[in-house]
């Protein structure tokens, strides 16, 4: 034990336990599908309050389909260049965005770099839409955590490797 921990304060006994996570990019197990030319890697979700955050990797043509957000979503991303067909900005290494709640996009990795691999938090559910703005979908932190435990099980990770990931 070191000086600084010696120093800290004990948690709150009601606190839930830190999450510390290794993504391990080369290992192609720990990333799903996302659609075509998308992989994600989700890192936490929180079912209390419906909030999810991954690392979204998106190589050519990698495209994901017109969506709202009914709540905010932050990103940073960390390779590539990437940003929204319905915005003129384009996201390099370092950019960080912040969605407002209301926010209506679709998402295009094509770029300079023709990859992205971006670092998201969603503050709530995706509800995808078609080109009037009709909901044709969704996703929440339930059908998210339902598909990546799916996905952990097909490629023999198991259940622990998606339950730690829950707060
Ligand atoms: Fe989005």
């Known amino acids: 034990m070191n000086e600084m921990s010696r120093l800290s304060v004990a948690l709150p006994p009601d606190a839930a336990p830190e999450l510390v996570e290794d993504v391990d990019f080369d290992d192609e197990r720990q990333w799903m599908s996302g ?39 932050t990103g940073y991303t960390l ?37 992205m691999t971006v670092l998201f938090h969603n503050f709530g559910p995706i509800l995808y839409v078609d080109e009037n703005g009709q909901q044709t979908g969704f996703e929440d932190v339930f059908t998210r955590l339902d598909k990546y435990r799916n996905h952990c099980r097909s490629v023999g990770l198991g259940d622990d490797f998606v339950q730690k990931l829950i707060r």
């Open 35 to 73: 659609g075509e030319n998308i992989w994600i890697r989700p890192l936490f979700f929180n079912v209390l309050q419906g909030m999810w955050v991954n690392i979204l990797k998106a190589k050519g043509e990698g495209v994901i389909s017109r969506h709202r957000h009914p709540a905010p979503v």
């Open 79 to 115: 390779e590539g260049t990437w940003g929204y067909v319905e915005h003129d900005w384009i996201a390099r290494p370092g950019t960080f965005i912040y969605e407002p709640a209301g926010e209506t996009h679709t998402l295009f990795a094509k770029g300079e770099a023709g990859h």
